[in-house]
């Protein structure tokens, strides 16, 4: 399978600061990129859809402004979470989907943020 | 609106006692339905698309099957290893790239 590299892995910061998370495809070209918030045993949610080059696409009920999506190439994408507050703390999961790699996407591993 | 359910929430089996994972889902034109395997503190690992009613794919201890309205995950045999959690999502069609993940099946294989 493609690889998608997601980092940090794990971050701490205190409430208020903000906090960026990378997401790479590592061995294709990833047209789409997703992110998603996972809870303590819940399934994941989508926050939102970005294409290369073009504005994300926010689901119903996630703060644009809060969570800021840039995927300015066909390689990285970040996350922003601005002023972060302790209901931030979450598992955030970004994946990837490319032209080249049918219709399914790829995950990377996650990063567990913690806001104190 | 797109919908994917997934039972039974949470499963355990005895090592060796085949059972199947259930996803139903709703959808205006499947463009493709996804399962995954997910380890506690992972990311999803990509397990099978299906594309079409019919369609079936294997993997190891694990088969992968759809119909129009539903996909089974069967698992024969399985084995400690095979404890995850196995998440189902489709894509619709006319969205093109969203994908919407069920809420998951706990699977747990005591040896």
């Known amino acids: 399978g493609a690889v998608v590299s997601q980092h940090p892995s794990w971050v701490i910061c205190k409430s208020g600061t903000s906090v960026k998370i990378e997401c790479r495809s590592l061995d294709f070209q990833a047209t789409t990129m997703f992110w998603y918030r996972q809870f303590p045993k819940q399934s994941l949610m989508l926050m939102a859809t970005s294409n290369e080059g073009s504005k994300a696409t926010y689901e119903q009920g996630v703060e644009k402004d809060k969570f800021l999506i840039n995927h300015a190439s066909l390689t990285l994408s970040t996350l922003t979470v601005t002023s972060a507050h302790p209901e931030d703390s979450s598992f955030y999961i970004c994946?990837?989907?490319?032209?080249?790699?049918?219709?399914?996407?790829?995950f990377g591993q996650g990063t567990r943020l913690t806001v104190v | 609106e797109d919908q994917v359910t997934q039972s039974p929430e949470a499963l355990r089996l005895q090592e060796g006692e085949s059972s199947s994972l259930n996803c139903s889902y709703t959808v205006s034109g499947l463009r493709g339905l996804f399962w995954y395997r997910q380890d506690p503190g992972k990311g999803p690992e990509f397990l099978f698309t299906l594309y079409s009613a019919g369609e079936e794919k294997e993997k190891e201890r694990l088969k992968a099957t759809l119909t129009k309205k539903e996909s089974f995950l069967h698992i024969t045999a399985p084995k400690p290893e095979d404890s995850a959690t196995y998440l189902c999502?489709?894509?619709?069609?006319?969205?093109?790239?969203?994908?919407?993940f069920g809420s998951g099946t706990r699977l747990s294989i005591r040896p």
């Open positions: 994946s990837a989907a490319g032209l080249d790699r049918g219709t399914e996407a790829f």
């Open positions: 999502a489709v894509q619709d069609g006319r969205s093109a790239s969203k994908i919407i």
